[in-house]
Nanobody
């Protein structure tokens, strides 16, 4: 399964962007989570949001809760991350990732993830 992100770019503080992640085919089982990580320059990669395919729950990190929204279009094999009220601290390379065998949305760890995209760059600057 390939994950391909798009939608990154340069945006002013307070602005919005919507990221997309297309997965090339359906996963091998119904129990999985798919979501987003980001990595800012000089910092560790952090999980920021995910959703569960089996129970449709979602999870957000404290750093994005209330500003970002994850959603999906199953027919298009696409997951979205709507990002509002962006601040310079949101500047990072954003990765889509998926983990098989997890039944509900939860905080994500880098080692758990089975599939990764190559990332899309988001820059928040005036």
């Amino acid at each position: 399964v390939r994950l391909v992100e798009s939608g990154g770019g340069l945006v002013q503080p307070g602005g919005s962007l919507r990221l997309s992640c297309v997965h090339s085919k359906k996963f091998s089982q119904d129990y999985y989570i798919i979501g987003w990580f980001r990595q800012a320059p000089g910092k560790e990669r952090e999980g920021i949001s995910c959703l569960s395919n089996s129970d449709s729950t979602t999870w957000y990190s404290d750093s994005v809760k209330g500003r970002f929204t994850i959603s999906r279009d199953k027919a298009k094999n696409t997951v979205y991350l709507q990002m509002n009220s962006l601040v310079p601290e949101d500047t990072a390379l954003y990765y889509c990732a998926a983990a098989i065998g997890i039944t509900t949305a939860r905080p994500m760890g880098v080692p758990w993830m089975d599939y990764w995209g190559v990332g899309t760059l988001v820059t928040v600057s005036s």
